[in-house]
Structure formats: structure tokens, C-alpha cells
Antibody, heavy 126, light 107 residues
Framework: QITLKESGPTLVKPTQTLTLTCTFS??????????VGWIRQPPGKALEWLALIYWDDDKRYSPSLKSRLTITKDTSKNQVVLTMTNMDPVDTATYYC??????????????????WGQGTLVTVSS | EIVLTQSPVTLSLSPGERATLSCRAS??????LAWYQQKPGQAPRLLIYDVSNRATGIPARFSGSGSGTDFTLTISSLEPEDFAVYYC?????????FGQGTKLEIK
């Protein structure tokens, strides 16, 4: 069973840097094709994809936020870390980490975000 | 980036009725489209992937269709637990994008 859990601060001040950690189980980065991503959702609003890191350390970022985002992985700890600099109140959102599978032969839905972590609400306020 | 436009924004139906949700892409996404369901206070979950394939554990009353730029999610007979927000998502191009969601509410 694949599970993911987000952790990090619930409150950050404007201009500060946010660091979120996704700790997962049930899969590993040793599997070709595997990825872990981050998606956020402001209260009452739609989903916004932020970043994705693959098993081979290939990284993809949202162009609109690329200058502020860094995604890294720690394979030995089964963790993925997202940092977002220069936080603003508009960045207030629930941040989800998501699994992207590795082998469509084994799991046909592998190319999609499944499952998701429970999410963590981050509020940006002074 | 590819913009996904969902309609309607809100759909009011009764249990037992048929629901039809639409997702239109600003350019072709081929068959690289999925649907997610989100209930209040919960994370989204994958419903349909590659346009028409149900994810593990998803009931047969959920179906998807379409290709290119126009896609449909159909719920054949609504159950009380189906009232939620539904999002479409494309993986044809980077960045991955989502629609703005359709809220399916009880009439």
C-alpha cells in the first residue's frame, strides 16, 4: 500500500521560505519511472501543479513559480522536499504530495497522480 | 500552457439521475486526460485516467469519453456519495494543468 504524508510549518511569515517534506512508503525511487510531485489548493479554489521529481533526478517545475521552487529527494529516507522562497499571503493553500507510478505494465494508471497525501494547510501571514 | 475549462461550474442533480461533466482543452491533449474526485476536507482521488479507464476500486457507474480537446465524465446514476467536486487534468504537455472544477451538488 502506497502512502504519502506531508509535514512542515502551518504558518509562515511573508518573505520567508517554506520547506515541506513528503515522507512516503510502499514504493521507492529505485523503480524506473517513479516520481513524487507537489500540488497545492488555495482555500475554496482549484488545484495547481507545482513540481515533480523523477527516480532519475529529473525535475519539472511550474513555469510561473519556477524561480521560487526547489524540489529534491532523499532516497535513503524515502522523502521529497519542496522549498518555496519569498512566501506571500496568496501562497496560502493546502499543499499535497502525490505519487506518480513507474511501470504502466504493472499499474496502468502509473502516469497519473495516485495516490495523494492528506495535505497540509500552510497559512502565510504576518 | 494548456488551459482546461470545465462546465458547468455547478451541477445540481438528485440521486439516481445521470450526471454529465465536460472538460475542454485549449489545444489537443490526445488521450492524456484524467478525472479526479474531491470530497470536502479530503484529498483528491484518481477516478478515470487516459480518458476512459477507471482507476482501481472506482464503480462502473463512472465513465469517461472524448479525445483531442473535448472530454466528458458521466455518472450513470448518482449515489449520495458522488456529490463532490470533480477536476480534469492533462499530462500531454508541461506544465501539468487542472481544470477549475465542477461542483456536483444535491438538488
Amino acid at each position: 500500500q502506497i502512502t504519502l504524508k506531508e509535514s512542515g510549518p502551518t504558518l509562515v511569515k511573508p518573505t520567508q521560505t517554506l520547506t515541506l517534506t513528503c515522507t512516503f512508503s510502499g514504493f521507492s525511487f529505485s523503480t524506473s519511472g517513479v516520481g513524487v510531485g507537489w500540488i497545492r489548493q488555495p482555500p475554496g479554489k482549484a488545484l495547481e501543479w507545482l513540481a515533480l521529481i523523477y527516480w532519475d533526478d529529473d525535475k519539472r517545475y511550474s513555469p510561473s513559480l519556477k524561480s521560487r521552487l526547489t524540489i529534491t529527494k532523499d532516497t535513503s529516507k524515502n522523502q521529497v522536499v519542496l522549498t518555496m522562497t519569498n512566501m506571500d499571503p496568496v501562497d496560502t493553500a493546502t499543499y499535497y504530495c502525490v505519487h506518480r507510478g513507474g511501470d504502466v505494465v504493472v499499474e496502468p494508471s502509473s502516469n497519473w497522480f495516485d495516490p495523494w497525501g492528506q495535505g497540509t494547510l500552510v497559512t502565510v501571514s504576518s | 500552457e494548456i488551459v482546461l475549462t470545465q462546465s458547468p461550474v455547478t451541477l445540481s442533480l438528485s440521486p439516481g439521475e445521470r450526471a454529465t461533466l465536460s472538460c475542454r482543452a485549449s489545444q489537443s491533449v490526445s488521450t492524456y486526460l484524467a478525472w479526479y474526485q474531491q470530497k470536502p476536507g479530503q484529498a483528491p482521488r484518481l477516478l478515470i485516467y487516459d480518458v476512459s479507464n477507471r482507476a482501481t476500486g472506482i464503480p462502473a457507474r463512472f465513465s469517461g469519453s472524448g479525445s483531442g480537446t473535448d472530454f466528458t465524465l458521466t455518472i450513470s446514476s448518482l449515489e449520495p456519495e458522488d456529490f463532490a467536486v470533480y477536476y480534469c487534468q492533462q499530462r500531454s504537455k508541461w506544465p501539468r494543468t487542472f481544470g477549475q472544477g465542477t461542483k456536483l451538488e444535491i438538488k
